[in-house]
């Protein structure tokens, strides 16, 4: 009987772990699927859900433009993300592939933005917007993104093409956008918007997927996207901001573009990683900080070195040099609560940090 029990419990774990293993290998490939949303309402209920987690306070969601311009996307997407909240240019389902037309487009008529055409220095139409204010407690606000659109290839370094942008407005922010909104849609240490001029087969190429002769990825439509890309801000805590993404036609309502926004992205939780573009390097303490901090190297760099404190929009606050193992800096005044990154260069070699101001 013993002996009967004992092989009934190890068949009975057997066929647990198949089972495991296989449901976990299915939704690993689960199709790619793309549900459009019918109502302006429908939008702001699904973004909630899709993309909001950890303590950031998002409340007054509002979106805007022709309802079925947005959805909801979930399994084998091929850039990256398994999931997420889709806004386009014109019919979220036409994100889906197979990638069967080098120029896949819908227009719904609606009007554009003007942030969006003040960005793309010419006429947007057929904006999609989803809008919403939120309070973070840690000084800290990001939201992960990939741009597609079927203007890649043939539209790179024309005189217009689709546009978007992540718009952010509130304490501390003074930008050229409305309500002095700032773009945060940014590649990476620079201040160049990502689009289409921006980012493909000949700049920025390490941000770039081409997906058109040869089709790459026939999961979706489009014919080139970005890399999975972060846009973030440095906010002050407890404070309420606002945030437009938009994405529309400029110049023609013909192609159609999208932006990918990941799953459970939008958060205000600060990332644990450090940025480096060399290894070794410079540590900060105290980090967080008050009325100072010390950038110090545990390896001697035998060169002078420089340090300089940038804000969200890269906009450089402090700067020092100096050439022993350690320097301390003194922001009393200077620095608000928030995060901030500072930028450590040691003759040829570059460092990111990211410093935490209580």
Excluded: C
């Excluded at 037309?101 to 999609?128: F, R, V």
């Amino acid at each position: 009987m013993k002996t009967h029990f004992y092989f009934f419990n190890h068949l009975l774990f057997g066929v647990f772990i198949l089972v495991f293993i296989n449901a976990t290998a299915w939704s690993q490939e689960k199709p790619f699927e793309v549900i459009e949303n019918q109502s302006a309402e429908e939008s702001a209920q699904v973004f909630m859900e899709v993309l909001v987690e950890g303590g950031l306070q998002v409340f007054d969601v509002v979106y805007s433009g022709y309802p079925q311009a947005s959805g909801s996307f979930t399994g084998n997407s091929g850039i990256g993300f398994t999931g997420g909240f889709l806004l386009t240019s014109g019919k979220a389902l036409l994100a889906k592939g197979p990638n069967t037309s080098p120029g896949a487009g819908y227009s719904s008529n609606t009007p554009g933005d003007p942030d969006l055409t003040l960005l793309a220095g010419e006429n947007s139409m057929d904006a999609s917007i989803i809008e919403f204010s939120f309070i973070s407690t840690t000084g800290y606000f990001s939201i992960n993104y990939v741009f597609a659109s079927e203007e890649y290839p043939e539209s790179v370094n024309v005189e217009w093409n689709d546009v978007f942008g992540i718009f952010i407005y509130g304490p501390g922010f003074d930008g050229p956008f409305g309500n002095n909104a700032v773009n945060i849609a940014l590649i990476p240490g620079t201040d160049e918007p990502v689009s289409i001029n921006t980012v493909n087969s000949q700049s920025h190429t390490e941000y770039y997927v081409a997906n058109w002769n040869p089709v790459q990825n026939n999961n979706i439509q489009y014919d080139g996207y970005t890399v999975p890309m972060r846009a973030e801000a440095t906010v002050t805590p407890f404070e309420t901001y606002r945030v437009k993404i938009a994405i529309s036609d400029a110049g023609d309502r013909v192609y159609d573009s999208g932006i990918f926004l990941e799953e459970g992205s939008l958060s205000d939780a600060m990332p644990t990683g450090l940025v480096s573009l060399e290894s070794g390097g410079p540590m900060l303490y105290p980090n967080p900080a008050r009325e100072f901090f010390r950038v110090s190297f545990p390896v001697a760099e035998a060169t002078q070195k420089t340090v300089e404190v940038l804000d969200a929009n890269g906009k450089k606050l402090m700067y020092s040099s100096f050439e022993g193992n350690e320097i301390q800096l003194n922001h009393q005044g200077r620095l608000h609560s928030g995060l901030y990154t500072i930028r450590v260069v040691a003759g040829e070699k570059l460092w990111y940090r990211k410093l935490v101001i209580q």
